[in-house]
Each structure stands twice: as C-alpha cells, then as structure tokens.
C-alpha cells in the first residue's frame, strides 16, 4: 500500500510524515503537533521570512547568510533591546524550513544541503 506524499508543517517547516489515524483526514492536517497548531503563524513569523528574502536579495548569488541575521533584522526592526533578538532564532529557522518547503532556499551545513528537519546545529542558508 502506498501512501501520500509526505508535507510540511505550515507552522515549524518540519516534515509531517503519513500516519495510519490520519488516513481519513490526510489532506486537513497542517500542523506537525499540538504545540505547532497553538502557536499559528503571528506575523513576526512573515518579518522573519521577509527578512531572509531580503539578506539573501543583498548578497550575491550563492552567497549564504545565518538565521542570526534575520533574527537581529527583526530584533532591530521591532525594539528588541540588547540580546533580546536571540529570542527569535528558532522562528527564524523556522521560516528558513518553510522557505525550504516552498522550493525558495537550500539549508545548508559545512557547505553541504542538508534535511532541514533533522538538521541540528549552525545552519546557513542560501537561495536555490
């Protein structure tokens, strides 16, 4: 039996692989877990991936930039006092696994294209 193509979480960009109890309702299922379907997207999210588009825009083609940049953009852009843009670095790896899941942006790690779902560590990100 074959099954549906895996998808990504509209929220964290993780792959949401198949499961027998979602059989029936495969073609709802957005979010890879509870805490995905609480959080939604806020629109800190979309700066996030704004920003990326943007850093990736400045820089030649190739080139990469780190999440920490994206995250500082933001930071910048919405008050963040002193080291509080470190709070963003997981939305912004976020939006680089949905940028992934959109076909826009490689992630990558020693120079290497790398599953953005099991990725751990620094990551660089780059556009396709």
């Given at each position: 039996m074959s099954h549906p193509e895996p998808k990504s979480c509209v929220v964290c960009g993780r792959t949401i692989t198949w499961r027998k109890k979602w059989e029936r309702t495969w073609?709802?299922?957005k979010y890879c877990s509870a805490a995905c379907r609480?959080?939604?997207l806020r629109p800190i999210d979309h700066q996030l991936t704004d920003a990326i588009g943007t850093l990736l825009d400045e820089r030649k083609?190739?080139?990469?930039i780190c999440p920490s940049e994206a995250a500082r953009l933001?930071?910048?852009?919405?008050?963040?006092?002193?080291e509080e843009w470190r709070t963003l670095m997981e939305p912004a790896r976020q939006a680089a696994r949905r940028l992934v899941a959109d076909g826009r942006v490689d992630i990558t790690q020693k120079g290497q294209v790398v599953d953005p779902?099991?990725?751990k560590g620094p990551i660089r990100i780059r556009r396709r």
């Open positions: 073609a709802e299922v609480r959080q939604k083609l190739g080139s990469t933001v930071g910048e852009r919405n008050g963040f006092a002193g779902s099991t990725a």
